[in-house]
């Protein structure tokens, strides 16, 4: 069985990237460049931080992203209580960083009804075919669908997914 919740560790942490780089005004993707000045490190640190505290991405996940070594994100992590105390720079980038990913987060809505989440399926032309080989369970908030999915359609649909759902609460797994 294969489990994706919310998104996959991947698309959080790019999002927390793209948020990041955004708020310290650095170009797109420029954490992962091999660069150790301080104005790189720091926001690489903080999003580390807040991607194992708040989102619980993995070590490996994180280093893939930002092309560094796995014991790169220990190190951040064993070292960001006394960063965050004696370093101001570094608290004053963890402090905005985690308040514009609260803030993101909080921009999230969630269905009030199961049949306000059908509608807006339909509308958004989701829905399960006829003759199926996967099924996907679709879940924002207390309300859930499992779809019939052939495996052409499968790619398309999670790709609609991810669009038609970007401001909700959503996950979904494979069964």
């Known amino acids: 069985m294969i489990y994706h919740f919310k998104m996959t560790q991947e698309e959080k942490f790019k999002n927390l990237c793209d948020l990041t780089t955004q708020l310290v005004g650095l170009p797109k993707g420029s954490l992962s460049c091999k660069s150790r000045e301080q104005k790189y490190q720091i926001p690489r640190a903080v999003i580390s931080m807040i991607a ?7 070590q490996t996940v994180i280093a893939k992203e930002l092309k560094r070594d796995r014991s790169n994100i220990y190190h951040y992590e064993k070292f960001h209580k006394s960063n965050y105390i004696s370093f101001p720079k570094y608290r004053k980038t963890y402090i905005d960083v985690y308040i514009a990913y609260c803030n993101q987060k909080k921009k999230k809505k969630y269905f009030k009804t199961q049949s306000s989440f059908y509608k807006f399926l339909d509308k958004h032309n989701i ?49």
């Open 127 to 175: 829905c399960s075919s006829e003759t199926y080989n996967t099924k996907l369970a679709l879940r924002s908030g207390n309300f859930y669908v499992t779809l019939q999915l052939t495996h052409q359609d499968f790619y398309n649909v999670i790709e609609i997914i991810k669009f038609a759902l970007k401001d909700y609460h959503y996950e979904y797994k494979v069964l």
């Open 52 to 58: 194992r505290l708040e989102e619980n991405v993995h």
